[in-house]
C-alpha cells in the first residue's frame, strides 16, 4: 500500500525552480514528523528539510536559503518550493516521514514514498 506520493519533479536548468508535492495519508501525518530526503546518483539517501513537531523547519547548509517547507501546507499534502537549482541538486526526491511519539521527532526517517525526479541542467 503506498501511503506517500510525490510529484513535481521535472529537468530544469540551472537558476531555476521547481514545486514538490506529496500527497500522504491522515494516518501519515498524524503518525510521522514530515520531512524531504534526496539521494543524488552514487550516493545515499539523506534528508534535508524536514518538519519538527513544534511546527518549525530545518534545513541543511546545502539547501537553506533556496528550498522551503511552506508553512501553509493543505491538510495531507506536503510541498516543497525549490529555487535557484544547482547542478549539484540532482536527485531522486523523496518524501518522508520519522515516527512521533508525544512531543518528540525521532531522528531516523522509517517511511518514504517511490520518489520524483529532478534534474539541473547547465
Known amino acids: 500500500q503506498v501511503e506517500l506520493v510525490e510529484s513535481g519533479g521535472g529537468s530544469v536548468q540551472a537558476g531555476g525552480s521547481l514545486k514538490l508535492s506529496c500527497a500522504a495519508s491522515?494516518?501519515?501525518?498524524?503518525?510521522?514528523?514530515m520531512g524531504w530526503l534526496r539521494q543524488a546518483p552514487g550516493k545515499g539517501r539523506e534528508w534535508f528539510a524536514q518538519?519538527?513537531?513544534?511546527?518549525?523547519?530545518n534545513y541543511t547548509d546545502s539547501v537553506k536559503g533556496r528550498f522551503t517547507i511552506p508553512a501553509n501546507n493543505d491538510d495531507y499534502t506536503l510541498y516543497l518550493q525549490i529555487n535557484n537549482l544547482k547542478l549539484e541538486d540532482t536527485a531522486m526526491y523523496y518524501c518522508?516521514?520519522?515516527?512521533?511519539?508525544?512531543?518528540?521527532?525521532?531522528?531516523?526517517?522509517?517511511?518514504w514514498g517511490k520518489g520524483t525526479q529532478v534534474t539541473v541542467s547547465s
Open positions: 491522515y494516518v501519515i501525518f498524524g503518525t510521522y514528523c
Open positions: 518538519l519538527e513537531n513544534d511546527g518549525t523547519t
Open positions: 518522508a516521514g520519522r515516527p512521533r511519539l508525544g512531543p518528540v521527532c525521532y531522528e531516523t526517517y522509517s517511511r
